[in-house]
Nanobody, 119 residues
């Protein structure tokens, strides 16, 4: 099992930026992909971005392309989400995930960090 701890959430005005971090521990040798999901009040959890842990390929939801950037530091076992040009609709709890395979089987989740964008 992989343990994940997120940090970096907060309250910013529309147009501002935030950087989220997610530190992994435990059986990190089994990580295939890491990424971020988010869940707004009354809505289902949705995919935001992912990065392949070895090759570094990245994937984004259409709603964040061009504004968010996912990156990783293998030595620190940490994944980052740089969020720019933030909009009120980006307000949500952001969850980090770690997947041991391409399908997300056995996915690990962090506890979540609140991101609130004021208009």
């Amino acid at each position: 099992q992989v343990q994940l701890v997120e940090s970096g959430g907060g309250l910013v005005q529309a147009g501002g930026s935030l950087r989220l971090s997610c530190a992994a521990s435990g059986r990190t040798s089994r990580i295939y992909n890491m990424g971020w999901f988010r869940q707004a009040p009354g809505k289902e959890r949705e995919f935001v971005a992912a990065i392949n842990w070895s090759g570094g390929s990245t994937y984004y939801a259409d709603s964040v392309k061009g504004r968010f950037t996912i990156s990783r530091d293998n030595a620190k076992k940490t994944v980052y989400l740089q969020m720019n040009s933030l909009k009120p609709e980006d307000t949500a709890v952001y969850y980090c995930n770690a997947d041991p395979d391409v399908y997300g089987n056995g996915r690990s989740w962090g506890q979540g960090t609140q991101v609130t964008i004021s208009s």
